[in-house]
C-alpha cells in the first residue's frame, strides 16, 4: 500500500511540475492574459471611445457586438518582463456595464494596456488598436481620410 501511494505521490509531482512548466512557457510566449474580466451574461451594454478618431462614444448592447468586445480583450495580453511606457495616452477605451450596475475599463494604445489601475507593455503590438478600429471604427476612419483629402 506504501509502495502505491508513494507512486501516485511521485506521478502527481511530475505532472504538477509538467503544469508549471507549460504554464510558464505560455506565458513567457504568448503574453499574460488580464484578470477579472466580465463573462458576456454579466455584461449589460459596452461603450467605445476613440477620441482622436471620433467625438462620441459607440454604445453596444446587441450580444454580437459585446462579445466582439470582449473577445478584443483576448489581444491584450501583456508582457510579464517588458516595463510599459506610461508616458502616452490611450488610444483606445472600452467599458463594460455589468447587469449589477457597476462598470469596468480597459484601455490601450499600441504599446500599453492599462488595466486595474496598472499599465501593461501588450505582447503583441497594435493588434488591438488594429483589430478595434476595423471591427467598431472603420467607418469613421474613413470619413476622417475622406475629409482630409
Known amino acids: ?43 449589460q451594454s ?24 470582449l473577445k478584443l480583450t483576448g489581444f491584450l495580453k501583456y508582457d510579464l ?10 488610444l483606445i477605451s472600452i467599458t463594460y456595464h455589468r447587469t449589477d450596475g457597476t462598470e469596468q475599463t480597459v484601455s490601450a494604445n499600441r504599446t500599453t494596456v492599462w488595466w486595474q489601475g496598472k499599465a501593461y507593455a501588450l505582447k503583441e503590438k497594435d493588434m488591438f488598436v488594429n483589430l478595434t478600429e476595423g471591427l467598431f471604427f472603420l467607418e469613421d ?3 476622417n481620410e475622406t475629409a482630409k483629402k
Open 1 to 43: 500500500m506504501k509502495k502505491i501511494a508513494k507512486s501516485l505521490l511521485r506521478l502527481f509531482g511530475i505532472i504538477a511540475l509538467v503544469t508549471l512548466l507549460t504554464v510558464s512557457i505560455q506565458l513567457f510566449t504568448q503574453g499574460m492574459w488580464l484578470w477579472g474580466l466580465p463573462s458576456l451574461d454579466e455584461v
Open 46 to 69: 459596452v461603450s467605445l471611445s476613440y477620441p482622436s478618431v471620433t467625438d462620441t462614444v459607440k454604445e453596444v448592447s446587441e450580444p454580437e457586438d459585446m462579445e466582439l468586445a
Open 81 to 90: 518582463f517588458e516595463k510599459a511606457d506610461t508616458n502616452d495616452e490611450p
Open 141 to 143: 476612419l474613413q470619413e
